[in-house]
């Protein structure tokens, strides 16, 4: 993930960097406490990594989906699409052009929300996992000062985890739904071998 991540926006970069920084507040401190103490909270590390990688994938994902689309493009589809339909003329020798261009577009306005969908669905789970990376990192801290049980602490990293592992099935569903040519839409691509 390092060389992806090295191609991030610097709109998801700063977090990524940030929820760095937390994962190794988190061993660092973890690390620091007395071995009883330690293997009270043993699985918290391994949790902590497991949303900051989620934050790494999903940081180059919405990248590159920010990338693929932009508001503009779902502004000159609607005008067009409002165009040709305005102009619609069955008489017209030029209608089967326009019909089939509006079939172009709707088609194209479909993938356009698909597309939007899935950048606000990441974008809500990569929020998700920062937060709840913030979060650990704050409970650990309290924890060694005294302000917080083993206990809160084991639940919010079984919370993380779960977060995390929610987000490992969305990726997975996605990648799946890729390989057969299926997008988000529900459009089926055809592939030409």
Request: net charge neutral.
């Given at each position: 993930?390092?060389?992806s991540?090295?191609?991030?926006?610097?709109?998801?970069?700063a977090?990524?960097?940030?929820?760095?920084?937390?994962?190794?507040?988190?061993?660092?401190?973890?690390?620091?406490?007395?071995?009883?103490?330690?293997?009270?909270?043993?699985?918290?590390?391994?949790?902590?990594?497991?949303?900051?990688?989620?934050?790494?994938?999903?940081?180059?994902?919405?990248?590159?989906?920010?990338?693929?689309?932009?508001a503009?493009?779902?502004?000159?589809?609607?005008?067009?699409?409002?165009?040709?339909?305005?102009?619609?003329?069955?008489?017209?020798?030029?209608?089967?052009?326009?019909?089939?261009?509006?079939?172009?577009?709707?088609?194209?306005?479909?993938?356009l929300?698909?597309l939007?969908?899935?950048?606000?669905?990441?974008?809500?789970?990569?929020?998700?996992?920062?937060?709840?990376?913030?979060?650990?990192?704050?409970?650990?801290?309290?924890?060694?000062?005294?302000?917080?049980?083993?206990?809160?602490?084991?639940?919010?990293?079984?919370?993380?985890?779960?977060?995390?592992?929610?987000?490992?099935?969305?990726?997975?569903?996605?990648?799946?739904?890729?390989?057969?040519?299926?997008?988000?839409?529900?459009?089926?691509?055809?592939?030409?071998?």
């Amino acid at each position: 993930p390092a060389a992806s991540v090295a191609r991030v926006s610097p709109e998801y970069l700063a977090k990524v960097r940030d929820a760095s920084r937390h994962r190794e507040d988190i061993l660092r401190l973890i690390e620091s406490l007395p071995q009883r103490e330690r293997e009270q909270v043993e699985e918290v590390p391994a949790t902590a990594d497991a949303p900051y990688r989620r934050i790494e994938l999903l940081a180059v994902d919405l990248t590159e989906l920010d990338r693929a689309f932009s508001a503009d493009d779902g502004d000159n589809v609607e005008r067009e699409i409002e165009e040709l339909e305005a102009a619609a003329n069955p008489m017209d020798a030029r209608s089967d052009e326009r019909i089939r261009r509006l079939a172009s577009l709707r088609k194209k306005r479909l993938s356009l929300r698909g597309l939007r969908e899935k950048r606000e669905k990441n974008a809500a789970r990569f929020e998700n996992c920062v937060l709840a990376l913030e979060n650990m990192r704050y409970d650990v801290l309290k924890l060694k000062t005294g302000g917080q049980s083993f206990q809160q602490v084991t639940q919010l990293a079984e919370r993380a985890m779960s977060l995390a592992q929610e987000v490992d099935n969305a990726v997975y569903v996605a990648e799946e739904m890729r390989k057969l040519g299926i997008r988000d839409s529900g459009v089926v691509n055809r592939r030409t071998s």
